[in-house]
Structure formats: structure tokens, C-alpha cells
């Protein structure tokens, strides 16, 4: 994958060359941000209706509990990406990536703004302890 950088506020967009057409796709995109880190990290992955990937931001850092995701924001960068969806991720230091509450409910405020801005919400997958849960795989998306 071939990367450039562009500041965007408080964020780095990295861009990609590249696509996920595939949950392995995605999984691959994403696991190795969250190895060794004990805090909770959220990265969204904006893409083309093809799948190529525009860009990858990390959102938010949380403590050992939790991450507070800005809907607002998100919706933003997709906006301004041109992004025909997303894939959102982010981690569970407690080692299990069973959905939380929170999680549930927030995936679904965020599939509901964006999908009334046209923008598909793909999959949420929580990373813990080298494994991998997909809302979409689990019905939850």
C-alpha cells in the first residue's frame, strides 16, 4: 500500500491505495493499529461504492473502559471525502470483543445519520486479544 499525508484539523488522513471488498479486507486494514494498546482507539475507514479506500482516520482516544465517538465529525469527513461509506473499528482492551451496550447503541446512531446522508455503514468490528467481532457478521448491521 502506497501512503500520503494531508492534515485535516486535529486528524492525519493517511491515504491509501488500495480497496476491502471483503470482511478479510477489512480485518487486514485494520488489526494491526490495535496491537499493545491498552487505552480504547477508534479508526474509521472511508471508501469509494467501489471499495477503495479515500482514507483512514483515527477519531478518538479513550481510557481503559471506554471510547466517546463524534458522530458529528464523522459525518464530516465523509462529507468532505466524498465517501460512499465507511467502516468503523475500534478496540477492546479487556481482551473480549463481545458488544457493548454503548457500542450497540452508538453503531446504531451512526448507521442512522449516515445512512440518511446517503452513506452506508458497512460493518463495526471490535478488535481484543488477536480477535475479531463484526456487527455484520452478527446481525447487528
Known sequence: MKLSFAIDD????KRYQGCVRCL???IDL???????LD???IYIAYLTAE?????VIGENVGDCLASYLDIRNILRH?????????????NHPSGDPTPSYMDRDTTKRLAL????AGIKLLDHLIFAN???QSFHSIGLL
Request: include cysteine; charge should be positive; glycine fraction near 4%.
Open 10 to 13: 486535529r486528524h492525519i488522513m
Open 24 to 26: 478479510e479486507d477489512a
Open 30 to 36: 485494520f488489526k494491526w493499529r490495535f496491537v499493545g
Open 39 to 41: 487505552i480504547e482507539q
Open 51 to 55: 471499495g477503495n479506500i479515500l482514507a
Open 78 to 90: 465523509a462529507i468532505i471525502l466524498s465517501a460512499d461509506s465507511l467502516i468503523l473499528a475500534h
Open 113 to 116: 445519520v449516515t445512512r440518511m
Open 130 to 132: 488477536k480477535k475479531c
